[in-house]
Structure formats: structure tokens, C-alpha cells
């Protein structure tokens, strides 16, 4: 079937200006992006947005579906995977076509969404990221030995591995389970609740197993990583992708570009625990290190967009905040022009998830589209908190969300 999307401004997720034009699609791909419509068949299906702007469907490089709130490991898998469900489709009537799980989803979660089981987005996922023991992936609350599992940690959204032939073991494993990355625990984090966020966690010999497990089977890690010279260190033992990237320096950032590496920084989940974090149950010792996050994330943002590291865009709301997913919009368009901030979003991230089929307009990519009532290039706040800006969306061709005429 044949559908047509016209009377659109398009935003092909690369250009500095919309353009205006209509995009027709067949299928689930995007067949040609034209100024002038010509005929059309019959039984087509024609869409008017109405001068709406029209973009690749967004892409979030950093979410975490099974984090429905504080502790939630205590929580049984069932009830996570509710959760789950609820935000993954509020995802997508937000607009997200891809998200990026990067510690808790898996192999059951992609499938239900294929199935149609879940009306959720595009799914790429890592499994249980990785992380030493009382490492920013181990949530055991200090001097307890509490929800272990084969003499260590597990829950729902990562997983203790100690020692370089174990963590070979354990990235092989997520792998065989159809990972299409691997995370590694490689600082410490704020909310973690025994470490401090200039730790600098795994050994050379851990950081460089997992690498080479991973690039052999043509995948890649990436590291949380807040300090520079953990950073650092990552780069040179073959990590191309960071999530926060909080503390970056000017001269890492030069390394990270000479390497090829991204960073996903992840703005708003700071924020957003800032303003619920005690109501949450977030102790003292939390609270301040989200606060020191929150104080640099701004400035290290402007250091990666100025020197051209290539940036992604992540919101990382977990404990039930993701409904200040917009919300990254806003604060990044504070340091960063609203077209760059609209990049990271869509072809920037396709290129980090190794999304090649996504993230633009044009012929024979996938067609995840959204229209979007307002010119995000002129002002981000089209995106708001309720959505109802975002007035169509299409992922592989059907609609999933269409409010245009209301």
C-alpha cells in the first residue's frame, strides 16, 4: 500500500531548513521525497499534514524499560514487565520510533514488540550491563548481602562479573542472547549507592576482554562513564561509545574524535531527580552526587558539541521519570543550537545504534515519521511534556498515533 504524507516541511534529520515537499512511502519504506506530487495510485492513502513539520521518528540512545522505580530489583520480573509495556508505548506516542536499552531489557521484551504484543518502538538492547563487584551496576545497599545469584549480584537491569575469563564469559552469554552491544559499569554513578562518581572501575585486563569479545562478533561496547581520565582510559582500550561523559576534558574530546567515538549525555534524568528525589526515597549521599552531575553536565555538553565529538541523545529516566523525556529538548537547546540538539535525536543516534536504515527522510530508509505542529528548528518547546504536538506518528509505515485533525 501506498501512503502519502503531503503538504509537509521536511526536516530530513541532516539539513539546516525545512523544505517543503511530500514523502511517499510503500510498505514500510520511504520511496521518494518530492517538492512537486505527481499522480498518484487510486487506492493510495494521502495524508495532509497541513504544513506540520515532518522528521525522521526520534530516536532516545539511553532508556532503561525494566527501572520502574527505586530499588526495583526487589520488584518480581512480572510486574517489571508491565512496567515495561507502559513506557515503551508512551515512547512512541511521543514520537520515538528506536530506543536504546542499555542495561535490563532483553530478548522477551524485542520479541513482544515484533509480535505486537507491546505497541512499543524499535528495540535495540545489551541485556544486563556489566559491572565489578560494589560497582555502579551492584545496587546491594552497603553491608549487605542482599538479591544474589550464583555467589553474586544480578537484577533486572545489571549484573556483577568479576575477573577478565568471567567477563568473557558473561559478554558471550549476552551475545548468544541477542545483544547488539555490550555495557560496561566503568565509573562510578550517582545513583549507585557504594561508590563515589570518580571511581574508576574494571581492570585493563576486564575493559579489554569485553572489547575484544564484542568487536570480534562485529558489535561494540560502550562504558558509563562520568570522570575524564576513566574516559580516558576507555578510549585507549577500544571503547568507541560513552554514556554521560560528564567530566570530559577539551584534549579527550579531541582523542574521542580522532577515534571515532560517541558520547550519549543524559541530561534531564539529573534534573528530574533533583526536583523527586526524596520523595522517591533517594538518600542524602545520592542526592549529592546528582547535584554534582547536574552542576557539569551543561558545560561538558558544550565542550563535546564544540569539539565536534560525535554527540547522541539519551534521557536515562528511570524510577518512573520518563515522562520528562522531552524535557532533554529543552535543556540541551540551552548550549546547543535547536537543528544539532534535532540531529543527535534522529541521524546522529541512528548512526550510534547502527540504525543505517534510520534516523532520515529519504528513499528507501524506513519510514518512522512523526509530524510535528510548530518549527522544532526555531523552538525545541514544540516538544512539551503531554505530546500533543507531536501529532502523527508512523513506524515501518503504519500509523500509530494520528491527532492531526483534533
Known amino acids: 500500500m501506498i501512503t502519502v504524507l503531503s503538504n509537509g516541511l521536511i526536516f530530513d534529520g541532516v539539513a539546516d531548513d ?20 505527481g499522480p498518484v495510485a487510486a487506492d493510495a492513502r494521502v495524508i495532509d499534514v497541513r504544513g506540520r513539520a515532518v522528521m525522521p521518528g526520534l530516536i532516545d540512545a539511553h532508556i532503561h524499560a525494566y527501572s520502574p522505580r527505586p530499588n526495583a530489583d526487589r520488584l518480581p520480573m512480572t510486574m517489571v514487565a508491565h512496567w515495561a509495556r507502559k513506557m515503551l508505548e508512551s515512547c512512541l506516542q511521543r514520537g520515538f520510533t528506536t530506543v536504546r536499552d542499555v542495561g535490563g531489557a532483553d530478548h522477551g521484551l524485542r520479541r513482544a514488540i515484533d509480535a505486537g504484543w507491546i505497541d512499543g518502538p524499535h528495540l535495540i538492547y545489551c541485556g544486563k550491563a556489566l559491572s565489578q563487584t560494589g560497582g555502579h551496576g551492584d545496587k546491594r545497599e552497603a553491608g549487605t548481602d542482599g538479591w544474589c545469584v550464583h555467589h553474586g549480584y544480578a537484577g533486572h537491569t545489571s549484573r556483577v562479573v568479576d575477573g577478565a575469563d568471567n567477563v568473557r564469559r558473561a559478554v558471550r552469554e549476552e551475545l548468544r542472547l541477542g545483544a547488539g552491544f555490550i555495557k560496561i559499569m566503568a565509573s562510578g554513578g550517582g545513583l549507585s549507592p557504594t561508590d563515589e562518581l570518580e571511581d574508576a572501575q574494571y581492570s585493563e585486563d576486564e575493559i579489554g576482554a569485553a572489547v575484544d569479545e ?16 576513566v574516559i580516558s582510559r576507555c578510549l585507549e582500550l577500544g571503547v568507541r561509545c560513552f554514556e554521560h561523559g560528564t567530566m570530559i576534558s577539551d584534549r579527550t574530546a579531541a582523542r574521542a574524535v580522532e577515534l571515532g567515538a560517541s558520547v550519549v549525555p543524559t541530561l ?9 528525589g526524596r520523595e522517591l526515597g533517594f538518600d542524602e549521599a545520592i542526592l549529592r552526587k546528582v547535584a554534582a552531575v547536574n552542576a557539569l553536565s551543561l558545560e561538558s555538553l558544550e565542550r563535546l558539541h564544540r569539539s565536534g565529538v560525535r554527540t547522541g541523545f539519551g534521557t536515562d529516566l528511570v524510577t518512573g521519570l520518563d515522562h520528562y523525556q522531552y524535557e532533554e529538548f529543552r535543556i540541551r537547546g540551552e548550549v546547543c543550537p535547536a537543528v544539532d540538539v534535532l540531529r543527535s535525536a534522529t541521524s546522529v543516534n541512528a548512526e550510534i545504534v547502527r540504525r543505517q536504515d534510520a534516523g532520515r527522510i529519504a528513499a528507501g530508509l524506513v519510514a518512522d515519521v512523526i509530524a510535528v505542529a510548530g518549527n522544532p528548528l526555531d523552538d525545541l518547546s ?20 494520528d491527532t492531526l485533525s483534533s
Not at 18 to 35: A, K, Y
Not at 214 to 229: E, I, L, W
Not at 392 to 399: A, C, N, Q, Y
Open 382 to 401: 514544540v516538544f512539551t511534556d503531554d505530546g500533543h504536538n507531536v501529532q502523527l506518528v508512523m513506524k515501518g509505515g503504519i500509523v500509530v498515533k
Open 268 to 276: 534531564t534524568v539529573g534534573r528530574a531527580v533533583a526536583r523527586h
Open 18 to 37: 525545512l523544505v517543503p515537499g511530500h514523502v511517499v512511502i510503500e510498505g514500510d519504506r520511504i520511496v521518494g521525497v518530492t517538492e512537486r506530487l
Open 214 to 229: 564484542a568487536v570480534r562478533c562485529h558489535r561494540y561496547v560502550t562504558a558509563h562513564a562520568h570522570p575524564d581520565a
